[in-house]
Nanobody, 125 residues
Framework: QVRLVESGGGLVLAGGSLRLSCAAS????????MGWFRRAPGKEREFVGR????????YYGDSVKGRFTISRDNAKTTVYLQMNSLKPEDTAVYYC??????????????????WGQGTQVTVSS
């Protein structure tokens, strides 16, 4: 069983930055990939990014590429999402997720077995 807790959300002005954290508890954090998703009001859950078990490989959704960076600290069992140049359209609830049983996919919610409760990010213009 993996438990995930996000933190770091809040209200920020457009152009600003925020760093989200996702603390994981449970076995073998360093053995599985982690992802970030977001859901804006009235929209489907959207893939934000993913980082592999070692931190050596990352993927990003097109809407955040070049602005957001995912990293992880396996010693602290924590994954981070650094968000820069934030836009009002980045406003959403952000979720971290764990892909414990990797089967080839990376950007679909169904690939991830465990989810955090989410943290709200609001970008004001």
């Amino acid at each position: 069983q993996v438990r995930l807790v996000e933190s770091g959300g809040g209200l920020v002005l457009a152009g600003g930055s925020l760093r989200l954290s996702c603390a994981a508890s449970g076995p073998t954090f360093s053995r599985y990939a982690m992802g970030w998703f977001r859901r804006a009001p009235g929209k489907e859950r959207e893939f934000v990014g993913r980082i592999n078990w070692s931190g050596g490989t990352t993927y990003y959704g097109d809407s955040v590429k070049g602005r957001f960076t995912i990293s992880r600290d396996n010693a602290k069992t924590t994954v981070y999402l650094q968000m820069n140049s934030l836009k009002p359209e980045d406003t959403a609830v952000y979720y971290c997720a764990a892909d414990v049983n990797y089967d080839g996919g990376y950007n679909a919610p169904v690939e991830y077995e465990y989810w955090g409760q989410g943290t709200q990010v609001t970008v004001s213009s």
